[in-house]
């Protein structure tokens, strides 16, 4: 029961039902509902009766006309129980919501979905976008399923099976010297010279923040419509963490979720921490680092467009942000494939190596029930880990 769209900043209302980008202060605009309406349609009983896919909250979402809906199932993902990584690190209630199980291997898959849902409703001929390859590779996809075209620029050193993704979609698919900012000027240039296709580059489209805030309500109706204590979220262009605080605020203006917000944790890469280091500084806005680099290539990140929102998101629930390094993340990973049988990409690796972290430091004290984000397979990042195993003869045997 999509409202009407509002500037991030000046809190002004936009048209909804038009093709959108960023406000005219170049600000994000985030999409709003008519909360009185949905109230008093739907209950949280009546959502646990739907199919278990994101569109099961399609009264908090922008697609009007549910034949628009660009679908590949995506959604409702486990919320795991971690209890040998749980007791290895002093945290007996950590769960794990693992988006590697989604369409396309990573959590940009509900983004896309929504955002391409919403494109083709309002007549969107092709989507462009620069990506650090998760997105790019799902957009593309979505994107060949709705029938649009898609332009992807990524940065060459982006994880090859995300570009190899976007090939077999069909996507026209160039790869930059360069970061992600770089690949946004080109997409942002090519787009002024064709007509029909949208910039849908981070937050500069309003729809991708609503479908990555299903995993707030997923969440929540998964813990039986409560909040856990703290959730741990990877952050790069932001768009998950500010999606869940926006699904946090929407299911307590809804009366679907009471008590206290959750404490928000930022998490980064030590090689590309602007929002740390804003965080640390108690700024409202980051400054990029001079290089930027991290195998978590996903939150490679140096100037997040919505960098004031992730902050606010972290501010607003008495969260945190927090740095580890490579080398951590990387043995997170590794450990939490041993104690629990799950590949998990660097991204939400580093959610685990920062729960670590926080329990070592007191910022935990153990009783908290906490939440961290996966956000993608490991299978998307083989190079992440190294094979280095005897190699046997037909005819030989095993000591």
Not at 3 to 26: I, K, N
Not at 30 to 52: F, K, N, Q
Not at 291 to 315: E, M, N, R, S
Request: charge should be negative; include cysteine.
């Amino acid at each position: 029961m999509l409202s009407h769209l509002e500037c991030s900043r000046s809190g002004t209302r936009h048209d909804a039902d038009v093709v959108q980008g960023t406000s005219p202060d170049g600000a994000p605009l985030l999409a709003r509902y008519d909360t009185e309406r949905v109230r008093a349609s739907v209950t949280p009983a009546e959502i646990a009766s739907r199919p278990p896919d994101l569109w099961r909250y399609h009264e908090v979402l922008p697609v009007r006309d549910p034949a628009h809906v660009v679908t590949m199932g995506e959604g409702m993902t486990p919320l795991l129980p971690l209890p040998r990584a749980g007791a290895r690190l002093g945290l007996p209630r950590l769960l794990m919501k693992d988006e590697g199980l989604v369409p396309t291997g990573a959590f940009k898959a509900r983004g896309a979905a929504v955002g391409v849902s919403r494109a083709a409703e309002l007549g969107v001929r092709g989507i462009a976008m620069p990506t650090n390859g998760n997105a790019g590779a799902a957009w593309a996809c979505y994107a060949a399923r709705a029938g649009i075209g898609a332009l992807i620029a990524m940065p060459v050193d982006a994880p090859e099976i995300t570009r190899r993704e976007c090939v077999v979609s069909g996507a026209e698919l160039y790869l930059v010297d360069g970061l992600i900012g770089d690949a946004g000027r080109l997409v942002a240039g090519a787009v002024g010279r064709r007509e029909g296709y949208q910039d849908t580059s981070t937050l500069r489209e309003p729809y991708r923040i609503e479908g990555k805030k299903t995993m707030g309500y997923e969440i929540a109706e998964q813990l039986g419509w409560r909040s856990p204590d703290v959730i741990l979220y990877p952050t790069g262009g932001g768009v998950g963490i500010i999606g869940i605080h926006k699904a946090l605020t929407e299911m307590r203006e809804l009366g679907w979720l009471t008590g206290p917000m959750p404490r928000l944790v930022a998490v980064q890469a030590a090689g590309c921490a602007p929002i740390v280091e804003a965080f640390d500084a108690g700024a409202r806005e980051s400054t990029p680092p001079a290089d930027p680099h991290t195998v978590a290539f996903g939150i490679t990140v140096p100037k997040a467009l919505g960098d004031f929102l992730v902050l606010d998101a972290v501010y607003d629930t008495g969260g945190t942000a927090i740095a580890v390094t490579d080398d951590e993340l990387l043995a997170a990973g590794h450990a939490l494939a041993r104690d629990e049988g799950t590949w998990i990409c660097p991204e939400g690796a580093a959610c685990v190596a920062a729960a670590g972290t926080l329990r070592e430091s007191g910022w935990l004290d153990g009783s908290e029930s906490v939440v961290v984000l996966n956000t993608g397979s490991g299978l998307i990042y083989p190079d992440t880990v190294d094979v280095d195993v005897p190699v046997l003869a037909a005819d030989g045997a095993i000591p």
